[in-house]
Each structure stands twice: as structure tokens, then as C-alpha cells.
């Protein structure tokens, strides 16, 4: 089957994967996948450091022509409850969806659902 | 003896009661309102204005300061610096400004690259904020990435965060939905544009900002 240019690449990443990188190579490892026209649905999404740090660092990558930034759409980090507080479990970043924002568009989100459309005629490169 | 000059003595009761003067940065995602919510503080306060106001997303594209705000309720007072901060996004297009906007091309292009380094300059100022007043349109969905984030990230840091829920003139606002959305923030419903229900969110800076907080290190 040969690739046609207006497929569109998802790309469902595990929380081992992305728990065996540091922040610098999460997001080396995103901005390269969402330039490339993929997107990329993470087990276990960013801390909103590392989200105001994907942002930060979308802004430096954009290229007027052929990047417009990311659509990113996630919720909060779950809060540990007071046993597994007790246990030393830290706050979790929950599922995350980031693509390119000429490819993903988000309609609509609430507290348990995520919304989104993809705009045809920008498939992965 | 000296334990009881004037100055000294102030220093201990803020020690004691809580801060007197704080920096606080107005933050947004673009188009909620944020030098106009400036604007009519500074109007309120000093007189002032802190910058021009524009349908056009990406108007402020520079952080502006403005120091010793004095903001009054009663007995009580907070003085502030105040940063109205560009408007934080995921994404700038230079094409919506030429297509919704009407901007040549040029124009277009300089204004999403001034764009882009306006939303970093928000980021990295985060850094630099005692407390935050997150500006939300109240009708608009709440959830949106940047609300998301810019609330991790204050989170995180134990700052405080009063959420202006704005544009509450507008037929279609829903500052309840704001507030079911984020119940663990004070959420003060406001409309900028005309004022209404300003000395509600003055007294509530006041209060909030001025509390007593150990900061976490990170």
C-alpha cells in the first residue's frame, strides 16, 4: 500500500515512553513528531511546566509558511488522594492530545470530553 | 526604642498580617479583555490607561508595567505593580490577520512574529509575579489549553490566582460555568468594558493578594 500525501499519521504514545525521557527530550520529541504533520495522543500528558515550555518553544519554531504552531488539549493533573499522598504519590499529568494547528482543531472541551476536527489537505510529511 | 519606629513596625505587622505591595500580572489567552481590565484599574486608581485596546488578537505584544497602584476598600489597601502581558497562545497565523483582519501581508507578518515573542516574554514573566489575575471570557469555554496551563503552573507555584471572568455585558456570558470550572480559585464575574462590578474584584484583590504565602520551591 503506498502512502498518499494526505494521510494523516496518529501516533498513540505510552507513559513508559514518555516517562523515560527528560523535559528537554519530551519536548525535542513532540516539536519534531507535530512539524512533521503527526499527531500524537500521549498516555500520560505533560506538567504545565513542561507545557508552558512546549509553548515557549513552539513560538521559536514557528515558521510563518509551513508552521503555525501546535493544537495541544488536555486537562489538569490529577490530584493524589490523601493515601496515596501518604504512599508519595505526586500529582499525575492526564491523557493529552498535540498536533499541528493547521491539522487539528478543537471544537469543543469540557471537564469529559475532548473534542476535536481534523482539517483535511495536511497530511504527515 | 527602635523596634517602635515607624518604618520598622510596619515591616513586622506585614511580616505578621500579610503583603502591602505585590506584583500582579494580567494574563490571558488573546482577545479576553486584558488591557481593557488594565485600563479601567488604572482609570479607577490613578488616572492612567496602560495601552490601546483592539479587536485584532496580538495587541499587546509587549509586557507593560505600571508601578505603585494603590487599589483602596474601606480600611484596607494593597499597593500593586501591575503587567498587563501579551495574550498567551499555542499557535499564531499570520494568514488569520490578513483573512479576518484585513492586514496586508506585511503587516500581517510582523505583527505574528512580534506575536510570538510577546507570548514568550508572557511565559518567562510568570517567573517574575507575586500573584496573577487570570482574565477568562465568560463567553467562551473555559477549559481552553492555555487556562489549563497558565493554572498548572500557578499551581505549582503556589501563587495566588483571582479569575476575572469578563465580558459579563455580553448576552451570551456564562461567569457560572467559569465557576464550576475552576472551584478552587475565586472567581469574580466583571465586565471591563463598563465597569460592572469593579469594587468586587478591587476588594477581592485586596484580600487575596495581600494574604500571607510561602512561596514552593521548585
Do not use: C
Amino acid at each position: 500500500m503506498t502512502k498518499k500525501d494526505s494521510d494523516i499519521a496518529f501516533n498513540l504514545i505510552s507513559r513508559q515512553k514518555i516517562n523515560g525521557l527528560t523535559s528537554e527530550e519530551k519536548l525535542n520529541f513532540i516539536i519534531k513528531e507535530v512539524k512533521n504533520g503527526k499527531i500524537l495522543v500521549l498516555e500520560q500528558g505533560l506538567t504545565p511546566v513542561e507545557q508552558a515550555g512546549l509553548i515557549e518553544r513552539t513560538m521559536k519554531e514557528i515558521e510563518q509558511d509551513t508552521f503555525i504552531g501546535v493544537e495541544m488539549e488536555g486537562y489538569g493533573e490529577d490530584t493524589p488522594t490523601f493515601l496515596q499522598k501518604l504512599f508519595g504519590m505526586a500529582k499525575r499529568p492526564r491523557m493529552t492530545l498535540i498536533g499541528p494547528a493547521n491539522l487539528l482543531k478543537m471544537i469543543k472541551k469540557d471537564s469529559d470530553m475532548i473534542q476535536t476536527k481534523i482539517i483535511s489537505g495536511s497530511g504527515a510529511k | 526604642m527602635g523596634i517602635f519606629r515607624k518604618g520598622r513596625l510596619s515591616d513586622i505587622l506585614q511580616k505578621l498580617f500579610g503583603k502591602k505591595h505585590a506584583k500582579i500580572g494580567i494574563y490571558g489567552p488573546p482577545n479576553v479583555g486584558k488591557t481593557t481590565l488594565a485600563n479601567r484599574i488604572l482609570r479607577d486608581w490613578t488616572g492612567d490607561i496602560m495601552g490601546s485596546v483592539s479587536e485584532i488578537p496580538h495587541e499587546t505584544r509587549r509586557a507593560k508595567w505600571k508601578k505603585d497602584v494603590r487599589v483602596e476598600n474601606g480600611a484596607s489597601s494593597l499597593l500593586m505593580d501591575i503587567v498587563d502581558t501579551p495574550g498567551i497562545s499555542t499557535k499564531v497565523d499570520f494568514k488569520e490577520f490578513m483573512n479576518t483582519w484585513g492586514l496586508t501581508k506585511e503587516e500581517a507578518k510582523i505583527r505574528a512574529k512580534e506575536a510570538t515573542e510577546g507570548v514568550i516574554e508572557s511565559i518567562k514573566s510568570l517567573e517574575n509575579v507575586d500573584g496573577v489575575l487570570l482574565v477568562m471570557d465568560s463567553t467562551q469555554d473555559p477549559f481552553t489549553q492555555v487556562n489549563v496551563t497558565i493554572l498548572g503552573n500557578l499551581e505549582a507555584r503556589n501563587l495566588p490566582v483571582l479569575i476575572a471572568a469578563n465580558k459579563i455585558d455580553m448576552e451570551d456570558s456564562s461567569p457560572a460555568t467559569l465557576k464550576s470550572a475552576f472551584p478552587q480559585h475565586p472567581v469574580v464575574p466583571i465586565s471591563a468594558l463598563t465597569g460592572y462590578n469593579s469594587d468586587t474584584l478591587y476588594s477581592t484583590m485586596i484580600k487575596h493578594f495581600g494574604k500571607k504565602r510561602k512561596k514552593k520551591w521548585r
